[in-house]
């Protein structure tokens, strides 16, 4: 089974909807790092989160990391059509963020 | 603007050959790693280095080695290429002396081994 899972695989939203992605650990992380990757290409960073119950935002962008530090949530707000692509988490089980561990990813629409 | 380059965007090779995925970073950073992505199984670890010649398997290291002569530079090698081996590979780089700091990532390659 998967270490780190993520809900759900695939998103179709319609534009100026919001939208929740979860990824859920089956055990404690150090680090919780979401990225997203636009079709066929790599990965960028979006936000990193280290402490219980902590809460970043970028632009429309919201993620958060529960109190236990095994579930995170990425909140997209009037979802636009840039916001398309898939979204991955990336568990540090190490401390040392020399490694991490992906989730199987989520792939956002955003119709017009 | 930091960099991660990989030396292809796209690569078709045959059965049996001998390819080499290059990787090269601006950062200084220590670490680096090779993935792989296929769908429905997101990124698996394939080799990281956290150090010049240093080296350690990851979660699916069969079918690959790598090479990391310089710091800046992180070569991933298929010995005897196969079709499962078909797949996006990623690269990505890490300072170790910032602790918890975030992955930066090459725009990956698209192999296709026929």
């Known amino acids: 089974s998967q270490e780190l899972e993520q809900s759900p695989q695939s998103l179709i939203v319609q534009e100026g909807k919001n939208l929740t992605i979860n990824c859920t650990s089956s055990k404690t992380l150090y680090g919780l790092y979401w990225y997203k990757q636009k079709y066929g290409e790599g990965l960028i960073f979006l936000m990193m989160?280290?402490?219980?119950?902590e809460e970043k935002s970028h632009e429309k962008i919201t993620a958060k990391l529960d109190e236990k530090k095994q579930q995170s949530s990425l909140h997209i707000t009037a979802s636009q059509p840039s916001h398309a692509g898939i979204y991955l988490c990336g568990a540090d089980y190490t401390g040392t963020a020399s490694k991490l561990t992906f989730g199987t990813g989520t792939r956002l629409q955003v119709t017009l | 603007d930091v960099k991660v380059t990989q030396s292809s965007r796209y690569l078709v090779k045959r059965t049996g050959e001998k390819v080499f995925l290059e990787c090269v970073q601006d950062?200084?950073?220590?670490?680096m790693f090779w993935y792989r992505q296929d769908p429905g199984l997101g990124l698996r670890l394939i080799y990281f280095?956290?150090?010049?010649?240093?080296?350690e398997k990851g979660d699916i290291p069969e079918g690959y080695s790598v090479s990391r002569e310089k710091k800046e530079r992180f070569s991933l090698i298929l010995e005897s290429a196969s079709t499962n081996q078909t797949s996006m590979y990623l690269c990505?780089?890490?300072?170790?002396?910032?602790?918890?700091?975030?992955?930066?990532f090459g725009q990956g390659t698209r192999l296709t081994v026929v």
């Open positions: 950062m200084d950073h220590e670490n």
């Open positions: 280095s956290y150090d010049v010649k240093m080296k």
């Open positions: 990505a780089s890490s300072s170790r002396d910032r602790g918890h700091t975030e992955a930066f």
């Open positions: 989160l280290q402490k219980g119950g």
